[in-house]
């Protein structure tokens, strides 16, 4: 059994489990694959597994980004439809949404970015998964769909992460109609970051990854949070928020090192760490 280890995450190529895992770019990188040898639907249990294992990775220093793919011909086909019955009862519903919708904040407020990688279909909760992502990089023959109405099941939470991706027409149109959209449209609405042909979308999100692992994990962090702060902000106040958090990103070593770096014309050899710079006080 081959065991890979950095620093307390540690995983099995040969582990039974709801998830894969694979290490890339000297561990820097996580690339976790849904893969419960059916559609890759989003069951109490894949989301839990998911869940903490994106909480463990976004303790771990030496990682730079996560990337969620998947096998089959399905990304995730939103939440397992048995666990959806009367019989299961409300509690057990409250907690699959609840529990999944946690999981989705979570996303957003992990320090390092997380990169969906999709090369088939995204539906429902498999859909609000992909919007919840950071960066999304799509296959030419992927479909994404809402299709909670056929169903007699409005996909509200998952129109909740689309409606935040994607013009709310477009929003409305997919939620109603319960009609997929292809890759290009995806992308022209904002749902995807990028489309390649099928056979190069892994290789496109390591590519993305690598070219996030290169810069400093601390400003990739504060960046990212910013980013998702200033979006619910009015723009004065987001312009306001914005100064302060670029007078304290200036404080960082890292930033310092970045400018020394460029005015000196040579690489910039990041610490990662939010170490702040001494100020000097000026006579």
Do not use: W
Not at 84 to 111: A, P, V, Y
Not at 126 to 146: N, T
Not at 192 to 216: H, P, T, Y
């Amino acid at each position: 059994m081959l065991k890979i280890s950095i620093r307390g995450f540690s995983t099995s190529t040969a582990a039974k489990t709801l998830l894969d895992r694979e290490l890339y770019q000297g561990n820097s990188v996580v690339r976790f694959i849904l893969n419960d040898k059916k559609v890759n639907t989003l069951s109490l249990a894949m989301i839990k597994e998911l869940f903490a294992e994106l909480k463990a990775i976004d303790k771990i220093e030496k990682v730079r980004s996560v990337v969620i793919a998947h096998n089959g011909k399905s990304f995730s086909a939103g939440h397992e439809l048995k666990e959806l019955t009367t019989e299961s009862g409300s509690d057990k519903h409250n907690e699959i949404f609840n529990t999944c919708g946690d999981m989705m904040n979570f996303i957003r407020n992990m320090k390092v970015p997380v990169i969906a990688e999709v090369n088939g279909t995204a539906a429902a909760a498999g859909l609000q998964l992909v919007a919840s992502c950071d960066v999304v990089v799509a296959g030419k023959s992927s479909k994404f769909l809402v299709p909670g109405q056929k169903l007699g099941l409005f996909c509200s939470t998952p129109g909740i992460a689309l409606v935040r991706a994607v013009p709310r027409k477009v929003a409305m149109d997919m939620l109603l109609t319960a009609q997929p959209i292809d890759s290009e449209a995806a992308l022209r609405a904002g749902l995807v970051s990028r489309v390649v042909d099928d056979d190069q979308v892994k290789f496109e999100a390591l590519k993305v990854a690598e070219q996030i692992g290169q810069f400093s994990r601390s400003v990739t962090a504060l960046g990212k949070a910013f980013f998702y702060t200033q979006a619910e902000l009015g723009t004065a106040d987001a312009y306001r928020y914005g100064s302060r958090v670029m007078v304290g990103n200036l404080k960082l070593k890292d930033c310092q090192k970045g400018i020394s770096a460029f005015i000196g014309k040579r690489q910039p050899e990041f610490e990662h760490s939010n170490d702040l710079v001494e100020e000097t006080k000026k006579n």
